[in-house]
């Protein structure tokens, strides 16, 4: 009887495990509609659960596989076949499909198999799994690999694919952590021949894992997050395989520098100082590529495809500032390295002309200010050419004075924020602009706010935003630290919450001024090398009737655009500068301003509030159930011996002497008192007696012999036994 009560139990846990391994394999099949152009995939899960079940009852093979094949059929007939099920057409039709097929796979053209045949592969795919799983799972006992599997095939796909598996992975733990339990369980009870009568004691066995899982799910929960520690290896990789010569244009320039993908901002890179361009200009210049009007939460995006038009004879006509700023015509030269294959030129402010030696026509799109080229088939890339600009220099009088009454086109394309924006970033933004009345002073408040208030410019250890968490929001409020794109895009962000219309710009920061100069250039020309490192993004805004001005507000860098103050001889003092020391330096084009020591008021900034005001309740709720389980599981024998002493005393029934003796012999390894391999209990119980200078052992283990070989259950010889099976505990716990 007792054995016929093992066989049952353990064809529960089986059960019970086999269906976890199904769960998990679940986990595989779901990701198929979103990743690939599979259809039809509940269909497939339905057919691998009636695969499974068939392997679990073990049915006989002449039974199972006209089953399993039945099955198959019948579902590539209701999705693809028209014709009759089994008859003749039906036959036929399916005949040319694995003809056809067969002739494909001999060729090697696998793409181009038929769907009813790829969906019958995938079937057979799925029979053999069911089989593959109960092994395993069942017969060899060997889930961790599957387990370790599965783990690996979500976090590939949720790094590499669009599919996000945050609920898959948590699926998964909670399913693993059952299957591995359940299945140490059946090895310890098939190891010690434990008899259980029926499913009395599923519980007892199943009610601790249970709580040990649910309670691991939700610590896991409540414990705070790391930041991802290592950045997104997808742009490196396609970089990688754009260096090689697998990607778009196969340039050797773009490794980590200037790109056209910024959907998703974040994370660490290594520096390139691979050379891309030579500059030779006046002086050192922002050379600027293009403009982003629409942030994401994530990234920066156009709202508009682009519309390239010829430019007539090389003239620019960008409309980047009005007519009543003050400008200075010049020149620059633009020298590209012989592999750095850029379709789009690089520019400096006030671009009017460009032209170069070759047969271009120079394309430009309106609203993102990229001015590309294009040419004969073999050659499609300006490596050299010529740029006429007026540089712009910005009255900070006419700014101060500038109305607030923006053209709706601009309102409408550059105050774009997502929904999704948290409240407290606009809130920030007013705190920065403090009592600043004019849009000038509240656009350098918050340039300036960067500059202090705990932000660091670098470029290893920069997190990446979760899925639900934005960007802007991040940077500001948890890390404060990156580099250009962080700045920028959060200075953006802020501007666009108190209503002024800004957008985020990239292209290169004017790099460094060769050493050796060469002899033949003009005295008033210099010389630049721009590297891939010199890759950057920052910030204009726009003021009625004066356009948009640039500004910098990433820490170490420094707008090349010339600030200057319009004052009357007349009304100048010795004691009251033309200019203020904090706008002297962004003319000068000096670093910025450091303001630590200074309050946050007199620069417009102010230092943010920890984000989380109970930060330290949070660690506490973790803590306590934390401490509480480290006390449970340290003083466990001692309640537990309590517990199972009142419970013992005054019970007659047979299987609960069984219950006593194995808690009894794990309280003995407990101390140190281990039961060898291979040794008797007789033996082992004379070993305990010899440690405890008594027989009590001895007495106990042959009186559980007598109720497990025997069926001996005289309810009086355990009561004789109770008292020396309690001496036998308190002295191996104290």
């Known amino acids: 009887m007792g054995g016929m009560n093992l066989g049952f139990q353990q064809r529960v846990y089986q059960s019970i495990i086999y269906l976890c391994g199904f769960l998990l394999f679940w986990e595989w099949l779901r990701p198929l509609e979103e990743i690939s152009d599979t259809g039809s995939v509940p269909v497939f899960v339905l057919y691998a659960a009636f695969c499974f079940l068939i392997s679990f009852f073990q049915v006989r093979w002449w039974i199972s596989f006209p089953l399993k094949l039945a099955g198959m059929l019948f579902i590539l007939d209701s999705l693809f076949l028209s014709e009759a099920l089994f008859s003749k057409p039906w036959f036929t039709v399916l005949y040319l499909h694995i003809t056809y097929n067969i002739d494909l796979i001999m060729s090697q053209s696998w793409g181009e198999m038929t769907p009813v045949f790829r969906s019958a592969l995938f079937l057979i795919l799925l029979w053999l799994m069911s089989y593959l799983l109960y092994y395993w799972f069942v017969v ?30 948590v699926r998964t733990f909670i399913v693993s952590l059952l299957a591995l339990g359940l299945s140490n369980i059946t090895k310890e009870v098939e190891h010690e021949a434990i008899s259980f009568q029926g499913l009395r004691k599923l519980w007892k066995v199943a009610l601790p894992l249970i709580l040990f899982v649910s309670l691991s799910t939700a610590v896991g929960f409540a414990s705070p997050k790391l930041d991802p520690q290592w950045p997104d290896p997808v742009p490196f990789i396609k970089s990688t395989a754009e260096n090689a010569g697998f990607g778009e244009g196969g340039s050797v320039i773009q490794k980590v520098g200037y790109g056209e993908d910024d959907s998703r901002l974040g994370g660490s890179f290594v520096q390139d100082e691979s050379p891309v361009f030579q500059a030779l200009s006046p002086d050192k210049q922002y050379w600027r590529i293009e403009s982003k009007d629409v942030y994401t939460g994530k990234g920066w995006e156009r709202s508009e495809g682009l519309d390239y038009q010829i430019q007539e ?72 050419y ?41 809130e920030l933004a007013e705190d920065i602009i403090g009592s600043n009345d004019n849009r000038y002073d509240k656009v350098k408040a918050v340039e300036q706010y960067f500059n202090s208030n705990g932000f660091e410019y670098q470029t290893k250890d920069v997190p990446v935003p979760d899925r639900n968490e934005d960007y802007v929001d991040q940077f500001l409020f948890e890390s404060k630290v990156g580099y250009c794109d962080n700045f920028s895009t959060s200075m953006v962000v802020l501007l666009r919450t108190l209503d002024i219309p800004a957008r985020w710009v990239k292209g290169f920061s004017g790099g460094e001024r060769v050493s050796n100069q060469p002899e033949d250039i003009p005295d008033d020309l210099d010389l630049y090398q721009i590297t891939n490192s010199n890759a950057h993004s920052w910030v204009e805004v726009y003021f009625p009737e004066i356009g948009w001005v640039p500004f910098e507000p990433t820490q170490g860098f420094n707008s090349s655009v010339d600030f200057y103050e319009e004052v009357e001889e007349e009304v100048q003092q010795d004691d009251q500068p033309a200019v203020p020391a904090s706008q002297q330096e962004g003319a000068a084009g000096g670093k910025p301003q450091e303001i630590e020591d200074e309050p946050a008021a007199s620069t417009g900034g102010v230092t943010t509030p920890e984000t989380s005001s109970f930060g330290w309740l949070k660690w506490l709720l973790l803590a306590i159930p934390v401490v509480a389980a480290v006390l449970v599981y340290f003083s466990r024998y001692k309640w537990m011996t309590a517990w199972k002493i009142r419970k013992f005393k005054g019970s007659d029934e047979a299987n609960i002497y069984q219950d006593a003796y194995h808690y009894l012999l794990k309280v003995l390894a407990h101390k140190g008192i281990h039961r060898v391999d291979g040794q008797t209990l007789r033996e082992f119980a004379k070993e305990v007696d010899r440690q405890f200078e008594t027989n009590e052992m001895s ?36």
């Not at 101060?400 to 606009?426: C, F, H, N, T």
């Not at 497990?708 to 505990?729: A, H, P, V």
């Open 140 to 169: 060899a006992k060997r889930i961790f690999t599957f387990v370790l599997l599965t783990f690996i095939y979500m976090t590939v796909l949720d790094t590499f694919t669009a599919y996000e598996a945050d609920q898959a992975i």
């Open 313 to 384: 004879n090389g003239k620019i006509d960008l409309n980047m500032f009005e007519g009543n700023v003050k400008t200075e015509k010049r020149q620059a030269f633009i020298k590209f390295e012989q592999n750095a294959f850029f379709s789009r030129l690089v520019y400096p402010y006030g671009v009017r002309e460009v032209s170069g030696e070759e047969e271009f026509d120079y394309l430009l799109d309106q609203q993102s200010g990229i001015i590309s080229t294009e040419g004969s088939e073999q050659q499609q890339y300006a490596q050299n």
């Open 386 to 426: 010529q740029v006429t600009y007026d540089s712009p220099s910005f009255s900070f009088n006419q700014m101060r004075e500038a109305s607030e009454d923006d053209p709706e086109e601009i309102k409408e394309q550059y105050l774009q924020l997502p929904r999704s924006l948290p409240r407290r970033v606009g």
């Open 699 to 734: 007495r106990l283990t042959h009186q559980y012999e007598r109720i497990l070989y025997r069926n001996d259950e005289e309810s009086t010889q355990w009561m004789k036994m109770t008292e020396l099976w309690e001496n036998l505990i308190k002295r191996a716990l104290s």
